[in-house]
C-alpha cells in the first residue's frame, strides 16, 4: 500500500502540468487494474477542496466531481470516505464551507445539536444551533 499526497490528486485533477498528470494518471491505472493499492486521509482530501477552491476558483460543484472521482477509484483507501461524500453533498447543496459541512455531519452523528460560531453557513444546516458566545 502506498500513501498519495495532496499534490497527486491535484496535477491528476487540473492536468496543469501534463507530464506530471499523466503520470500520476498511470498511479490511478494501476489502481485500477489492481497492481497497486493507495491509501490518503481526510485531511488531504481537505486539502485538494481548498486547492481546488482557492487557487484554481472552481466552483463548488465541479470541486464534488472531482473529489467523488477520485474517491471512487478502486484500490484507493480513505479512512472517512462516506462522511466525505455526504460532507461534498452538504458543502455544495447548502452553499457551505467544506470543512464546515464536514463538522456538521460529525456533530449529527454524535447528537450534538448546537454549535458555538461566529460562522453564519452553519445557519443554513437544519438540525443544527448556531450559538453567538
Given at each position: 500500500m502506498k500513501f498519495l499526497d495532496t499534490n497527486i490528486f491535484i496535477r491528476f485533477l487540473t492536468d496543469d502540468?501534463?507530464?506530471?498528470?499523466?503520470?500520476?494518471?498511470?498511479?490511478?491505472?494501476?489502481?485500477?487494474a489492481k497492481q497497486e493499492t493507495l491509501f490518503t486521509t481526510d485531511?488531504?482530501?481537505?486539502?485538494?477542496?481548498?486547492?481546488?477552491?482557492?487557487?484554481?476558483?472552481?466552483?463548488?460543484n465541479e470541486v464534488q466531481d472531482k473529489v467523488e472521482k477520485?474517491?471512487?477509484?478502486p484500490n484507493?483507501?480513505?479512512?472517512?470516505?462516506?462522511?466525505?461524500?455526504?460532507?461534498?453533498?452538504l458543502y455544495n447543496e447548502?452553499?457551505?464551507?467544506?470543512?464546515?459541512a464536514?463538522?456538521?455531519?460529525i456533530l449529527k452523528e454524535n447528537g450534538i445539536e448546537e454549535v458555538y460560531s461566529?460562522?453564519?453557513h452553519y445557519d443554513r444546516i437544519n438540525w443544527l444551533t448556531r450559538l453567538e458566545p
Open positions: 502540468v501534463p507530464e506530471k498528470a499523466d503520470a500520476c494518471e498511470d498511479i490511478f491505472k494501476k489502481a485500477v485531511l488531504v482530501i481537505a486539502e485538494i477542496v481548498w486547492v481546488l477552491e482557492s487557487f484554481y476558483e472552481l466552483p463548488k477520485i474517491l471512487n477509484t484507493l483507501t480513505c479512512p472517512h470516505k462516506d462522511l466525505i461524500l455526504s460532507a461534498l453533498i447548502k452553499n457551505i464551507d467544506y470543512i464546515d464536514y463538522n456538521a455531519l461566529y460562522d453564519k
